[in-house]
């Protein structure tokens, strides 16, 4: 009887020791406090950010019926056989202002008024806020993503400075009877947005137009001095760089400037080093800045530690947004895998979980050993 006593005995649990009931009470406080700071650190804004998408991507499509309207008074329609979504904004494959070759699935994709949504979240992850002043490089070769900007800075209220590169690859803003120029006036005159350029340039080669005809220069020189907007014409490169960081922060005063936007492939902002290869499209890291007689204006504003926003290589920024490559039709305005991008916390939020499952593990390491 005995032994079998002494048998059972050995499997009744011992009573929690002091030290460990001490540890106990230590977990569940700073569980307690923990949750009490994920309680106290709110989630950033996100129904605001969504609320700013939507908006600029239903002023992108208001934009684009605009620019239909004014395109059928000149008596200029959409080719159904390129411009499958009769959105206005696909140009020509050839014409006396084309300055390089396109690719046409890339332009018609970036025609999806969601694009405008694109541009918010890109510049939300950019750091900027409302009211801020952002710098714009844009070549015309993407009429619609310079709608997408546009739409997103007024549902941020932002100021854009824009310097606009007039000549356009294919199937872009080539059309020598309907321009950006044209393009642009339309808009303002519908009071769709309040945005001039701060300058222009023709584009292309040596920023000149050196790939036009002789009669699309010609037009487009015409054009800009009927304007009365500021025309860069600096065929050296490095000089021309410096004029446009000049008219950007001029321009932007003591304000500053909290992000560049390079939209397209000018060589005026993405320069002619092969680095620019290799920049992913978005929000890049810029890791490596080339010399200055390589360095375009993204990189001069990367080497002053302003964010770049990078619209190029249009079927990776869609692939990683979730956007649709070359849909038909276009999608709705607040429509798509964009809108449904996961909540996200302040930085400090995730600070404090690492340091609590440290903790937790700290305080079960120190049970286990109290326990033996």
């Not at 056989?81 to 300055?99: A, F």
């Not at 340039?201 to 487009?220: V, W």
């Not at 600096?234 to 001029?250: H, S």
Request: with cysteine; hydrophobic share 40%.
């Amino acid at each position: 009887m005995d032994n079998l006593f002494a048998k059972h005995k050995r499997c009744v649990p011992k009573e929690a020791s002091g030290q460990n009931n001490n540890a106990i009470f230590i977990l569940f406080i700073l569980s307690l406090l923990f949750f009490l700071l994920a309680k106290v650190i709110p989630f950033k804004n996100t129904n605001v950010l969504i609320e700013e998408m939507i908006s600029a991507s239903l002023t992108m499509q208001e934009a684009m019926e605009i620019l239909k309207e004014c395109q059928i008074k000149k008596e200029i329609f959409p080719d159904e056989r390129t411009d499958i979504n009769r959105t206005g904004l696909i140009g020509l494959e050839y014409s006396s202002i084309t300055t390089s070759l396109g690719n046409l699935e890339s332009k018609r994709t970036t025609t999806n008024p969601n694009f405008a949504a694109l541009l918010v979240l890109l510049l939300h992850q950019a750091g900027v806020e409302r009211g801020d002043t952002i710098a714009v490089g844009a070549s015309c070769s993407f009429p619609s993503l310079i709608i997408a900007m546009l739409s997103a800075s007024k549902a941020m209220d932002l100021k854009p400075l824009c310097i606009y590169s007039l000549g356009a690859s294919q199937w872009g803003a080539n059309n020598p009877h309907f321009h950006w120029l044209h393009m642009n006036q339309c808009l303002l005159d519908a009071h769709v947005f309040d945005v001039k350029p701060i300058a222009v340039s023709l584009g292309g080669g040596r920023d000149s137009g050196e790939e036009m005809d002789n009669d699309g220069r010609s037009l487009l020189i015409k054009g800009i001095q009927k304007s009365g907007i500021v025309f860069l014409q600096q065929p050296d490169f490095e000089e021309n760089i410096k004029e446009r960081m000049r008219l950007y922060f001029e321009e932007a005063g003591k304000d500053g400037i909290k992000a560049f936007i390079n939209i397209g492939g000018s060589l005026a902002n993405i320069g002619t080093d092969s680095e620019i290869l290799h920049l992913k499209p978005g929000v890049p890291r810029v890791k490596a800045i080339p010399p200055s007689e390589r360095r375009g204006v993204l990189y001069e504003m990367a080497a002053k530690n302003i964010p770049v926003i990078h619209l190029l290589y249009m079927k990776g920024l869609v692939q990683r947004y979730g956007l649709e490559w070359d849909p038909v039709p276009l999608p709705s305005p607040g429509k798509g895998q964009i809108y449904q991008i996961p909540q996200y916390k302040d930085p400090m939020f995730f600070l404090i979980t690492v340091i609590y499952f440290f903790s937790m593990a700290f305080v079960l390491l120190f049970l286990k050993k109290g326990s033996r």
